[in-house]
C-alpha cells in the first residue's frame, strides 16, 4: 500500500545516550541496542472507523522511538500493516450497508492524512493484508506442513489452527497465566472454546470459505513446503508474522503497538515467527503504549466513546497541539483524554512557539542534551516537555543572549519530539 508523505527530521550536532525502551517480556526497561539498521514492526490499524486519539497516541510513541534512533545515527526500517481483512471490518460494513473493500479503503486514506498532519514519520513499508495474502498462505502452509499447525477434526470447516505448544515458550511475552490469556482471548477476537482444538489457546491461522464471507485462494504460496489450504481467509495475528518476517528477517528490535496487543496478538505472532524461524526472541523488545480513554473508559470503535483526530482537524485544532497533548503524559501510563488537556496544550504551543520567535535565548546546548536524556529513558516525554516549557520560561522573560538559541531549540523540539514551532 502507499505510505504516507515524508516528513522533514532536522539533524541535529552531535548526539545522545542509547535508547531505553520498556519490554514487556522482561517487564523491565531494557537499552536497545540496534545494528546501523534499527528494526521496527508496530501493528497497524483495522481500518472500520476513522483514527481516534487512542490510535494517535500509539502511533506518536513509536514515531519518537523511530526519530530517537534517528538522531542516534540509526537507518531505521519501520513496517506497519493494515488489518484490511478481518471480524470487525465484516461487520460494520454490514452494518451500514457498506462495502467492506470501501470502508477500509476510506478508512485508511483518512488514517494516512492523519498520520501526515500529526508529522508521524511514515515506515518504509506499509502493507496491507489482502496485498499479502500470498505471503500469509505460504507462511500457514508451511507451518502446516512443519507440524507446528493442524485443521480441527469439522468436516465442513477444517480450520488452520496454530499449534501453540510447539515453541515450548508460549506465554513468555506476555506472561498472563493461562485463565488471564483465556479470557483475554475470548475478549480479542479468539475462540478458545471451538471445538476440536488441540488447546483453548490456539489461534486460527486459516478459516475456511464460508458462504457470504470473502476468501482468497489458498493455493497462491509457493516454495518448498507450500501447499494448497483451500479458500479461505487468514486469521489476525499470522498476518503481521508474515509481513514482519518478509521484510524485516527473523529478529527485529521492537514490534510495538498498545497495551491491548499484549495478548495475545503478539504472544501468537511471536510463537508463529518462532516456530517458523527457530530464532528466539522474535523480537528484542515488546513494547506497549497504555490506553488513552475517554469519560472513565478506554477509548475504542467498538464502545464507540471516540474523539478522532479528522475531527479535531476539522475544527480547525493545531495537530501540533494534538501532539503535544498526547505526548504529555507518558507513553506507558493508561491516560484520559480531557478538554483541558487539550487547552493545556495549545497554551503551551503557543508559549513555544513565542520563545523561538524571539532574537535570542537562553543556551540551548544544555536543553538538547536534557531532552535526548529524558526520552532515551523510557520516553520520558513529561520530563522532556517540562525542560522545554523552562527553557521557553527563561527566554519569554528575557534570559539569555545567545543568538542561535531560538533556532536550536526549534530544531531539537523538531527533530526530537515531532512538533513543529513555526508559526
Ligand atoms: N490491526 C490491529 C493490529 S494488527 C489493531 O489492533 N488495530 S486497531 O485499529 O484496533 O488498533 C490500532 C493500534 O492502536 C493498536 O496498536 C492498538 O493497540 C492501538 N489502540 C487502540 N485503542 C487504543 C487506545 N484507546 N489507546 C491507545 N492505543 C490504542
Ligand atoms: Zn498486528
Not at 35 to 57: E, F, K, N, Q, W
Not at 182 to 203: F, I, M, N, T, Y
Request: with cysteine; aromatic share 6%; net charge negative.
Amino acid at each position: 500500500m502507499q505510505t504516507w508523505a515524508s516528513v522533514d527530521v532536522p539533524r541535529l550536532a552531535g548526539g545522545g545516550p542509547p535508547l531505553r525502551l520498556h519490554d514487556t517480556s522482561s517487564g523491565r526497561v531494557r537499552p536497545t541496542a540496534p545494528g546501523s539498521t534499527a528494526l521496527m514492526y508496530v501493528c497497524g490499524i483495522t481500518p472500520y472507523d476513522a483514527t481516534h486519539l487512542g490510535h494517535a497516541a500509539t502511533y506518536l510513541a513509536f514515531d519518537l522511538v523511530n526519530r530517537v534512533w534517528r538522531d542516534l545515527g540509526h537507518d531505521v526500517h519501520y513496517v506497519q500493516n493494515v488489518t484490511d481483512i478481518d471480524d470487525p471490518l465484516l461487520e460494520r460494513a454490514a452494518r451500514d450497508q457498506d462495502d467492506w473493500v470501501v470502508l477500509g479503503m476510506r478508512e485508511t486514506a483518512l488514517f494516512r492524512e492523519d498520520m501526515e498532519a500529526l508529522r508521524v514519520v511514515p515506515p518504509r513499508h506499509y502493507i496491507g493484508a489482502v496485498e499479502a495474502m500470498g505471503e500469509i498462505t505460504e507462511l500457514v502452509s508451511k507451518l502446516l506442513a512443519a507440524g507446528a499447525a493442524y485443521r480441527v477434526d469439522d468436516p465442513e470447516f477444517p480450520d488452520v489452527y496454530f499449534d501453540s505448544s510447539v515453541t515450548g515458550r508460549f506465554g513468555y511475552e506476555s506472561n498472563y497465566d493461562e485463565p488471564t490469556m483465556l479470557r483475554l482471548a475470548a475478549e480479542r477476537g479468539g475462540d478458545p472454546d471451538r471445538p476440536g482444538k488441540r488447546h483453548p489457546s490456539d489461534p486460527l491461522l486459516w478459516r475456511m470459505a464460508r458462504e457470504g464471507e470473502p476468501s482468497w485462494d489458498g493455493s497462491a504460496g509457493s516454495g518448498a513446503g507450500a501447499g494448497d489450504l483451500g479458500p479461505g481467509r487468514p486469521g489476525w495475528h499470522v498476518e503481521c508474522a508474515a509481513i514482519a518476517l518478509n521484510r524485516l528477517g527473523p529478529q527485529i528490535d521492537v514490534n510495538g503497538g498498545g497495551s491491548d496487543l499484549i495478548y495475545p496478538h503478539h504472544e501468537c505472532g511471536a510463537a508463529h515467527a518462532e516456530a517458523f524461524t527457530g530464532v528466539h526472541p522474535f523480537a528484542r523488545h515488546y513494547t506497549h503504549s497504555g490506553m488513552i480513554g475517554l469519560d472513565g473508559e478506554k477509548m475504542s470503535k467498538s464502545r464507540g466513546n471516540l474523539v478522532f483526530v479528522s475531527k479535531l482537524r476539522a475544527e480547525g485544532v493545531d495537530p501540533n497541539a494534538v501532539r503535544l497533548a498526547l505526548l504529555a503524559g507518558h507513553y506507558r501510563t493508561d491516560r484520559p483524554w480531557t478538554d483541558a488537556l487539550l487547552a493545556d496544550a495549545q497554551a503551551r504551543l503557543a508559549r513555544w512557539r513565542d520563545a523561538v520567535a524571539l532574537g535570542a535565548g537562553p543556551d540551548a546546548a544544555d536543553l538538547v542534551s536534557r531532552l535526548r536524556t529524558h526520552l532515551a529513558d523510557d520516553l520520558d516525554t513529561p520530563a522532556a516537555l517540562a525542560a522545554v516549557d523552562g527553557w521557553a520560561g527563561e527566554a519569554l522573560e528575557r534570559r539569555g543572549r545567545d543568538g542561535r538559541a531560538p533556532g536550536l531549540v526549534r530544531d531539537a523540539v523538531d527533530a526530537l519530539l515531532g512538533v513543529a514551532l513555526r508559526g
